[in-house]
């Protein structure tokens, strides 16, 4: 199993322009997961899902969207980045198990930069 | 979510046993306690998780306080590759899994 992937690694991006980070799973787990992280700080959740076709924010959505059509596949889109996207990304997915006891798997994060 | 006190900043040094406390007063009767880590430039790992007993697997143990309102991460022999940011996170029954970090506590491992 490759686990959780993403792409790309590392990324500059131009204030206004728009890019989709990719996040894919083999582990068919059923819940997905994006988080940022600034430096010197812990992770914040932008978005989840529990499942294909459902998504829903979470602490710091504004500026972001998701989508999930299949269960592999949990992209995230910026659409007019700005300075403040610019963060460590990422993504991550658990299999729904003992409510609140579901272990996270992560991926090795998309640093992203916006100039 | 209720909220997990940890101290900023722990060392150790290479081959002793590591204490990482973690204090949770305001802790429900469904939250799990979860420890994950996170080593330099890399994604979150997770660690070891409980409820109510105490827990042990191939990286640590888990010690949870008979009141469940604090908690002790414990890794038996520090290595080198264990310094990392330690994080202590709780995640309750409605939660879908999702994850509230704080800052952690950044362990330092001396050879």
């Known amino acids: 199993n490759a686990g959780v992937t993403q792409t790309p690694k590392f990324r500059i991006l131009k204030i206004g322009q728009s890019m989709t980070l990719q996040c894919t799973q083999d582990m068919n787990h059923n819940y997905m997961y994006w988080y940022r992280q600034d430096p010197g700080m812990g992770l914040k959740l932008i978005y989840y899902s529990v499942g294909a076709g459902i998504t829903d924010k979470g602490e710091v959505p504004n500026g972001y969207n998701v989508s999930r059509s299949t269960t592999e596949d949990f992209p995230l889109r910026l659409e007019l980045a700005a300075p403040s996207q610019t963060s460590v990304y990422f993504c991550a997915s658990s299999y729904a198990q003992s409510l609140g006891g579901e272990t996270q798997y992560f991926g090795p994060g998309t640093r992203l930069l916006v100039l | 979510d209720a909220k997990t006190t940890q101290p900023n900043s722990m060392e150790s040094n290479e081959e002793e046993p590591v204490h990482l406390p973690c204090n949770h007063s305001?802790?429900?009767?469904?939250?799990?306690i979860h420890w994950y880590r996170q080593l330099p430039s890399q994604g979150p790992e997770y660690v070891i998780h409980g409820l109510t007993s105490n827990v042990n697997n191939r990286m640590a143990s888990l010690a949870i306080a008979e009141d469940r309102k604090s908690s002790t991460l414990i890794l038996h022999r520090a290595t080198l590759r264990d310094a990392a940011v330690y994080y202590c996170i709780l995640a309750g029954g409605t939660s879908y899994g999702k994850l509230t970090f704080g800052q952690g506590t950044i362990l330092t491992v001396h050879p």
């Open positions: 305001t802790i429900s009767g469904t939250d799990y």
